[in-house]
């Protein structure tokens, strides 16, 4: 297995098995994502540096308009799409094996949280997985302390405030905010 081939399986949302040959794929590209993820967050790396070493972690070069400042955190770093004039502010994680998408002009905040897999419900299958993308449109701003759940999207101009937890889509140019989230204003 590859990234290419286990991208593609969780595109399609295929259930990842843990006693699999699949899950030996993510042990080795967690590993992968890790050593690249420790680079970002030991010392200072200047933003040119910075976006080197993010682009080895996601696998592309990325816009030379992103900026990061680190930590950051990603179990597995080949299934993000990062768009033009992306901010991602400090200690955000990224679960991204289902897919994250970051659209053009995207804010994130501290210490945000995107997660794209989710266990099993049954205790007798629980360490098996359910892959679901998570896409931002453009101009998205997430708060600090913000989760996103898998299967999310984000209409294009939306705002998640700080600590809300999104389990459903957003709707286009609102802000939500709780928990669980809820459209509290139209922009």
């Known amino acids: ?23 030996q794929f993510m042990n080795f590209a967690a590993d ?13 790396h200047t933003q040119d540096e ?15 308009s992103f900026r990061l400042f680190p930590p950051i955190y990603s179990d597995y770093g080949k299934n993000i799409k990062l768009g033009k004039n992306v901010f991602i502010n400090s ?14 002009g995207c804010l994130i905040g501290h ?23 998570v896409t931002l449109g453009k101009n998205v701003w997430v708060g ?8 999310v999207t984000v209409g294009d101009g939306s705002i998640i405030a700080a600590g809300a937890v ?11 905010a709780g928990v669980p989230a809820k459209v509290v204003k139209r922009l």
């Not at 992968?32 to 200072?44: D, H, M, P, R, S």
């Not at 910075?50 to 070069?61: D, I, Q, T």
């Not at 600090?144 to 299967?151: C, D, E, N, Q, V």
């Open 1 to 23: 297995m590859d990234y290419k081939e286990y991208n593609a399986m969780t595109a399609a949302g295929a259930p990842l098995d843990s006693n699999s040959e699949i899950q």
């Open 50 to 64: 910075l976006r080197a070493l993010v682009s080895e972690l996601v696998g592309y070069e990325v816009d030379k």
């Open 111 to 133: 210490q945000a949280v995107i997660a794209t897999l989710n266990h099993d419900l049954s205790p007798a299958t629980r360490a098996n997985m359910t892959p679901s993308k």
């Open 32 to 44: 992968e994502a890790q050593k690249v993820t420790a680079k970002i967050n030991t010392g200072y």
């Open 144 to 151: 600090s302390h913000a989760t996103i759940l898998p299967g």
């Open 91 to 104: 200690g955000c994680c990224f679960q991204d094996q289902g897919g994250i998408e970051i659209g053009d």
């Open 166 to 176: 999104v389990n459903k889509d957003v709707p286009p140019a609102c802000v939500v």
